[in-house]
């Protein structure tokens, strides 16, 4: 959906008939990107992608039929077996996918997706579902009903989301788009280096600092996103910034390290007055039990880790293991 936005805010200015096509349920498929979508008009130009384009011409042919004053039309598309494994999809599947003239969605939601901010999108249908009224999400806001609330729920994965949620005035679209988690990494190396590269393969950002006052600060700038992996053993930088996330409420807390320095930190913590609470939070040993012995694997191990913690997955962690660090 963000690399949609500007593509979204030229064709508005230049008053072209644009529709943004997302789904509202699915079914099959396999696995898929959840912030799937597509900007169509009644030309045939479709920008964006969305189950690799199998449905991209009935999408134009749905866009081009919408009435004059309509501001929703839903449209059930599905794939059979073998035209799935033409268009390379894992599975057959179907879907219904709601398509919206640009002129319906906020520009305040483009305008926020494009500088990469967490934003949500909610949308009313009404019970004919020819109609809908959509308004944007920020993070941190008040919610004002259970759609705002499950926003703010599905923001809070710091994964990008979709929900429908149906009541007795039809159907309302929940869209979720958290800033991209941003991993700190604290200390150099070329496990730091392993580390960057898998988080860019996850769509991540990623930041090397090697100081205390340096972590402190990307910390706090990004604060909404940040995941702190700390890889230094030096206690003048990793108890002071591991007390300094903790602070922060930062979503995930990891600590690289044997048992012996694990032991050593949380002392340090304890005596820098961290609560057990606190402690709790800290991921050390750090990364998943998957056997890893290479940085690739480590790295790998620490941002599977990550992404479970951020997904409210139980995971289990070396953290929570009693064996020996392998």
Request: aromatic share 4%; net charge negative; proline share 5%.
């Amino acid at each position: 959906m963000r690399e949609l936005a500007e593509t979204a805010r030229q064709w508005v200015s230049e008053g072209r008939a644009g529709f943004l096509a997302r789904p509202v349920t699915e079914q099959g498929f396999g696995p898929r990107d959840p912030s799937g979508a597509v900007l169509v008009d009644a030309r045939g130009e479709c920008v964006g992608a969305l189950y690799r384009g199998v449905f991209d011409a009935e999408l134009v042919a749905e866009a081009g039929a919408m009435e004059p004053g309509r501001t929703a039309r839903v449209c059930e598309v599905s794939v059979g077996a073998g035209e799935a494994v033409e268009a390379r999809l894992t599975c057959g599947g179907q879907a219904e996918v709601l398509l919206q003239p640009l002129t319906e969605i906020p520009a305040e939601w483009w305008e926020l997706l494009g500088t990469g901010a967490g934003v949500a999108l909610v949308t009313r249908l009404d019970e004919s579902a020819e109609n809908a009224v959509s308004r944007v999400v920020r993070v941190g806001g008040t919610p004002a009903d259970d759609a705002e609330r499950r926003a703010g729920e599905l923001l809070g994965t710091r994964r990008p989301g979709r929900d429908a949620l149906y009541g007795g005035s039809g159907l309302v679209l929940v869209e979720a788009y958290p800033s991209a988690p941003h991993v700190v990494i604290g200390g150099g190396g070329e496990l730091a280096e392993v580390i960057g590269k898998q988080a860019a393969l996850l769509g991540w950002e990623s930041v090397t600092v090697h100081t205390a006052a340096e972590a402190g600060k990307v910390l706090r700038e990004h604060r909404d996103a940040a995941c702190l992996v700390l890889l230094s053993h030096e206690p003048d930088f990793d108890v002071p910034t591991l007390r300094t996330a903790l602070a922060l409420g930062i979503p995930y807390v990891g600590a690289l390290g044997s048992r012996r320095t694990t032991a050593r930190r949380r002392e340090g913590l304890i005596a820098a007055g961290v609560g057990a609470d606190g402690l709790s939070r800290v991921h050390g040993p750090i990364g998943l039990d998957l056997g890893a012995k290479t940085p690739p694997e480590t790295a790998l191990a620490i941002c599977a880790e990550i992404l479970g913690v951020l997904g409210g997955r139980g995971a289990q962690g070396l953290r929570d293991s009693d064996g020996p660090l392998r």
